[in-house]
C-alpha cells in the first residue's frame, strides 16, 4: 500500500473561511491533512513574518487524517510554526494555500498572504501551491475549484514543479460547466490605482481607507494570468523565490562598469 | 539650470531610525526630499498592505527641500500613501527605501519591508532601490553607505535598471576603507532554521518569539549576495516584480498538456 501523503495546508482568510474548508475538504482526498492558519483575516500580509511580539499556536482539532491548529500570525508564520513546532519528524509532502476568496492574479499576487505562505513553503523546499477563487463573497461557491482543483493536483503530483518555484492557481468565479479551460500562463502587469478613501473622524482628523480600482496595464495581452482569468479560463502562473532579474544584472554590470 | 529631483525617502525601521536620516542627509544632495515612513518598526513586513482598518498620516516636518511624515502602516502603504496623498501632481524621480539596520541579501530580500517599498515604488514605474547595512544596531555606523551611496546613485541616474525592476544594495558593517568592492550578484540561496523560542506564560500557556539561525544553502557560490556581503563587498541585487518563472512555464505547460 501506497505511504499516505501527509498535507500542510494554510490561507490568509483565516480558519474559519469557507475556502479553507473547501480546500481541506479536497486535500483529505490526497492524505492526511494537517491545517495551521491565521487565527483572523490576513489578507494583503504578502510573506510577511511576525517579528517583536511572540504567536500562540492553538490546536482546534485533532481526528482521524485531521487536524487543526489557529496561529496567531501571519500565512508565511503558519507555515514556519507548521515546519518548526509540528512536522519535526517528517516534512509535509505539499503545501497548499487557500482558497483564497478572491483572485491573486498579476499584481495581486505580490501582496497575497495566499502566496506568502506558497513562497514559505518553497523556502523550505516543499511543493507549495495557492488556489484562489475570484469571488470575495464569504460565501462564494468553491465547488469549481475542488473539481478541477483535483485534476490539477493529480498532474502536480505526477510532474511537478521544479525546487524553487510555486504555482499560483487562480479560478474564475463561474460554474464549472461555463470553465473555458485550464491554461499555463504569466503573471499579468497591472496596478491599483485610487487607492484610498480620505474620511474626517469625530475629533477632526483624517484617516484613511484603502479601496482602490485595478488598473490593467496589458489588456491585449491573452496570455496574461488576469486576462484568461476574466475570459473564464483556470490560470496556472509557476512563480520563483529567487526574483533576480539575470537579463538585467547582465545589462547593468556592463553598462556601469564598477 | 537643472530641474531639482522629487525624492521619496521610506524604509521598514520607522521614521525615528538613524538609517533613514543618514539615507535623508545623502539623499538632499541629489534633490527635494520627502520622506513617507512608518511611525513604528515594520521589520518584516514583506509588501504587505493594510487592509480592513484605517491609516493615519502625520506630517512631522517641513522646510525647504524637506518634508516629513510619519504613516501608520507598512512599508508599501507608505509608498501608496506618498503616491495618492502627496505627489499628486508629479511622480518622484526615484524612491529609495532605507538605510536597513540589518542585511536584506539571500532570502531576507523576500521578507523585507524595505524593499516591499521598493517593490511598491516599481509597480507605480518609479525607479526604485533599497539599501541595507549589515548590522542590526540602532547605532550602526553609515558613514560608508552614505559615501559609496553617493556614487551608486550617480551611476543609477545615468544608466537606471529598466521598469519592473529596483535594485536591493547591501553594505557590509565595515569601515570605507575595509569595503574590497562593490559588485552585481544575484540573491543567493539561504533560509532560516530554528526558528522558535518557546516559552511557557505565567497562566501556564505557551508562546513561541520568532529567532532563528541563517543557514546559507550555497556557500560556494561566490557571486550570490550574501556571500560577497560576508567577504566585505557591496552587493547590488537587480530584482523583479513580475516573478513568473519563464522557463518553468513551457517546461510544465508541454509536460502536462492540459
Not at 481526528?63 to 515546519?83: F, H, I, N, Q, W
Not at 495566499?114 to 523556502?123: D, F, I, K, N
Not at 485550464?182 to 496596478?191: L, T
Request: contains cysteine; negative net charge; hydrophobic residues 40%.
Amino acid at each position: 500500500m501506497e505511504r499516505k501523503r501527509k498535507i500542510l495546508v494554510t490561507n490568509d482568510d483565516g480558519v474559519k473561511a469557507k475556502g479553507i474548508g473547501a480546500l481541506t475538504e479536497m486535500m483529505r482526498e490526497f492524505g492526511d491533512v494537517t491545517v495551521v492558519a491565521p487565527f483572523e483575516a490576513m489578507s494583503g500580509m504578502s510573506a510577511a513574518l511576525t517579528i517583536g511580539k511572540p504567536l500562540r499556536l492553538t490546536e482546534l482539532k485533532s481526528e482521524e487524517g485531521l487536524r487543526v491548529y489557529a496561529c496567531s500570525g501571519t500565512p508565511a508564520d503558519c507555515v514556519k510554526m507548521a515546519m518548526n513546532q509540528l512536522f519535526t519528524d517528517e516534512a509535509p509532502d505539499i503545501i497548499v494555500s487557500g482558497i483564497n476568496h478572491g483572485s491573486n492574479a498579476s499584481i495581486a499576487a505580490l501582496y497575497s498572504g495566499t502566496l506568502g505562505a506558497a513562497a514559505e513553503g518553497t523556502v523550505y523546499g516543499i511543493p507549495s501551491v495557492g488556489f484562489s477563487l475570484a469571488s470575495h463573497s464569504p460565501k462564494a461557491d468553491f465547488s469549481a475549484v475542488i473539481e478541477l482543483g483535483k485534476v490539477i493536483l493529480n498532474k502536480y503530483f505526477a510532474q511537478p514543479a521544479k525546487p524553487g518555484v510555486f504555482l499560483n492557481i487562480n479560478f474564475p468565479a463561474v460554474a464549472l460547466e461555463d470553465i473555458k479551460g485550464i491554461a499555463f500562463s504569466h503573471q499579468g502587469k497591472g496596478q491599483w490605482i485610487k487607492e484610498f478613501e480620505e474620511r474626517t473622524d469625530p475629533y477632526g482628523f483624517n484617516y484613511y481607507w484603502m479601496t482602490g480600482e485595478f488598473f490593467n496595464l496589458e489588456p491585449e495581452d491573452e496570455s496574461a494570468d488576469h486576462n484568461l482569468l476574466e475570459k473564464s479560463y483556470v490560470s496556472i502562473v509557476p512563480h520563483r523565490i529567487d526574483t533576480t532579474d539575470y537579463s538585467e544584472l547582465e545589462r547593468l554590470s556592463s553598462l556601469w562598469n564598477l
